[in-house]
Nanobody, 125 residues
């Protein structure tokens, strides 16, 4: 059974940092496209970062690439999203997703078959 569980969210002041984790079970993350997405209140789901299963190339949303870092620990079957210099507009629910489809774009939410339930990130003073 494929399962993704996010953790690490919370309330942080502007300028602070958080590291989100996404632990996978039932499959090996290393062979899948893995994406991080977020959804702010009243808005649609937005791509944050992703890695392709074949090329291992990492993509970032242009507006976030200087503050967010995607990483992976294959031994723990877990991926991470390090978020620095957080801003109030980073508030939202953060989801990880996995896909093993061929020829899909990891930056698109429609490319994914498996989703975690999300973890809340709130940036406020």
């Amino acid at each position: 059974q494929v399962q993704l569980v996010e953790s690490g969210g919370g309330l942080v002041q502007p300028g602070g940092s958080l590291r989100l984790s996404c632990a996978a079970s039932g499959f090996s993350l290393d062979r899948y496209d893995i994406g991080w997405f977020r959804q702010a209140p009243g808005k649609g789901r937005e791509g944050v970062s992703c890695i392709t299963g074949v090329t291992k190339r990492i993509y970032y949303a242009e507006s976030l690439k200087d503050r967010f870092t995607f990483s992976r620990d294959n031994a723990k079957n877990t991926v991470y999203l390090q978020m620095n210099s957080l801003k109030p507009e980073d508030t939202g629910v953060y989801f990880c997703a996995a896909s093993n489809r061929m020829y899909s774009q990891c930056t698109l939410s429609g490319s994914y078959d498996y989703w975690g339930r999300g973890t809340q990130v709130s940036v406020s003073s």
